[in-house]
């Protein structure tokens, strides 16, 4: 991989969490509603609910489970839970930006 291709590759992730903590900062309370619904869920999963027995769910229960990360910090910090859900998907697009640049790192080495 040429080192022009991996500076852009860089450069797009570091636009990317950019982008999203711009939008953090902007809207800090705006979510899909579907993100919205998921965040309840994983806020029942977290008080004992069970999925298809105790509220009504077409999805697979990955997704709640999925959800009661930001469910238990919201409660652990007592921010809302929409800015907890933000923080900890800002939290992954870091994690995913600094595999890219280690892998991409480890390219340059192995050229």
Not at 34 to 48: A, F, N, P, S, T
Request: glycine share 8%; with cysteine.
């Amino acid at each position: 991989m040429t080192t022009l291709l991996q500076r852009a590759l860089l450069a797009l992730s570091a636009l990317m969490g950019l982008m999203t903590v711009g939008g953090i900062l902007v809207f800090p309370h705006h979510l899909n509603p579907d993100v919205g619904l998921y965040l309840e869920m994983g806020q029942k999963v977290l008080d004992g609910q069970h999925p298809y027995v105790d509220y009504e769910e077409v999805n697979f229960p990955m997704i709640h489970w999925l959800n009661v990360l930001p469910a238990i910090l919201s409660r652990l910090t007592g921010l809302p839970p929409t800015i907890t859900f933000q923080v900890c998907m800002l939290g992954l697009i870091m994690l995913v930006c600094g595999l890219l640049w280690r892998l991409l790192s480890r390219q340059t080495l192995m050229a």
